[in-house]
């Protein structure tokens, strides 16, 4: 009995020790924003980031499970980008992303200026 209670004792006393090499088990959780990247709040409570590479020539649009490209194209009005499939439209800071024959993403606003994007 001595010897369990000693045991019980001593392993309380290792509570506060923490082997985890990478750092604690109550780590910060990491921002899922990417890094250098605009997130923008569109209707229906959709999320869209886009970073904007080279001064604007092209523009990388980042989901959770794909990521992909698009280069600026000639436009009439606002800027386009595009990679013959999906087309990125901006119109000052508002945005809408088109991907294939449906409009996937419209009334998008820069995560900060997005007041109630829902609709």
Do not use: H, Q
Not at 41 to 69: H, K, M, Q, T
Not at 85 to 98: C, F, H, N, T
């Amino acid at each position: 009995m001595l010897g369990l209670a000693t045991a019980s004792l001593a392993l309380a006393g290792c509570g506060s020790i923490d082997l985890w090499p990478f750092g604690s088990a109550k780590s910060p959780e990491v921002s899922r924003k990417p890094v250098n990247a605009t997130e923008y709040l569109c209707n229906n409570d959709r999320r869209l980031y886009v970073r904007y590479l080279d001064n604007g020539a092209s523009a990388w649009v980042i989901f959770p499970e794909r990521e992909f490209r698009l280069d600026k194209v000639a436009s009439a009005s606002g800027t386009r980008y595009s990679n013959g499939i999906a087309m990125l439209e901006k119109d000052g800071d508002d945005v809408s992303l088109r991907d294939g024959p449906t409009v996937a993403f419209t009334g998008c606003k820069p995560a900060g200026d997005a007041k109630s994007v829902s609709g």
